[in-house]
């Protein structure tokens, strides 16, 4: 009993006249001093270049006609994931269904629209009058109740916003169907023994699981879509890139009219992101023990640390005239 207490004691003496040394990593310094440079060589050409030409994007930055132009893009963007994912969600459901009619039409869908560029299908709507000049409404292979001029129906907004909301249904329906397969079956068979509705099942158990891998994908094609509505420019509607066109063919400034479209659409897409990370925070809540600081957490941590260690520092001066 002696011996082993000795022992330890020795080995406790030991260890508390060890040295701690901090490993050397001079590739991580060589890796952030090369990054550093580059990142001031950008800064400094952003600055110093007379050609980007900072006052005239001051100018135009807020400029009325810029503003409603992003306005009309955040309306496209919201009109074609709303309704995209809508459409998307029905037919995700169909490809999970066990009726083969169903599940082919939901698969030759999104062949179909997955296949087709984004900008051939906005001139297909644009132009479906040339194929239909009226659609009629009434009984399918009957006599027809009424019928409107596709001009008067389809105009140039309703068919961007067509055109952009069933392509982006084609994408949507992929990543809601991913999502519901990455749950578990056995969660599902164990609801049906328990005699819950096959909508409640969905709902209340398969949907709020299947949302941890379906919003980071969806996140995305929605950051996608806010850059993609600058393909509707074709149709001459007043959004973000048609509107800065229109600018710089009257004055004549590319490079700055290109500069304030960049940096609205940083601005769009960085909300959206932010927007992204809480929404993932949310559904990753059953998923991990504790949930990933946040941002603004992060830097209340950083300045209580600092805070303290000023505390430190002033205690230990006070003690030191004493």
Do not use: C
Not at 80 to 97: D, E, K, P, W
Not at 128 to 139: E, H, P, R, T, W
Request: charged residues 15%.
């Amino acid at each position: 009993m002696s011996a082993s207490f000795v022992l330890e004691e020795t080995t406790a003496e030991s260890a508390g006249s060890l040295t701690v040394i901090r490993a050397r990593r001079p590739g991580r310094w060589a890796a952030g001093a090369v990054v550093a440079v580059l990142l001031a060589m950008a800064a400094n050409a952003l600055v110093t270049n007379p050609a980007w030409d900072w006052p005239v994007v001051a100018a135009y930055l807020f400029h009325p006609s810029v503003l409603h132009a992003v306005l009309f893009t955040m309306e496209l963007t919201a009109l074609g994931i709303v309704l995209g994912f809508l459409l998307g969600t029905v037919l995700a459901l169909m490809r999970l269904s066990h009726v083969p009619l169903l599940a082919s039409v939901a698969w030759g869908y999104v062949w179909l629209f997955r296949s087709v560029p984004l900008i051939l299908q906005l001139l297909f709507w644009y132009n479906l009058a040339a194929l239909y000049k009226q659609i009629s409404f009434g009984v399918p292979f009957g006599p027809a109740f009424f019928s409107v001029g596709s001009m008067d129906l389809i105009g140039p907004v309703t068919a961007a916003a067509l055109g952009l909301a069933l392509h982006q249904a084609a994408y949507a329906a992929e990543i809601v169907r991913g999502g519901f397969l990455s749950v578990d079956p056995g969660q599902l068979e164990a609801a049906a023994a328990l005699g819950i509705p096959r909508a409640r099942q969905i709902v209340r158990i398969q949907l709020p699981q299947a949302m941890r891998s379906i919003v980071p994908a969806a996140g995305n094609e929605i950051i996608g879509l806010v850059k993609g509505t600058s393909v509707v420019y074709i149709m001459a509607l007043p959004e973000l890139f048609y509107q800065v066109q229109v600018i710089y063919n009257r004055n004549g400034r590319v490079i700055a009219m290109l500069l304030v479209a960049a940096i609205w659409y940083l601005v769009l897409t960085t909300v959206l992101s932010v927007g992204q990370y809480y929404v993932e925070r949310r559904f990753g809540r059953g998923l991990a023990r504790a949930l990933p600081p946040t941002p603004v957490w992060r830097v209340r941590r950083v300045l209580a640390v600092r805070r303290a260690a000023r505390r430190r520092r002033s205690a230990g001066g006070g003690d030191e005239e004493r």
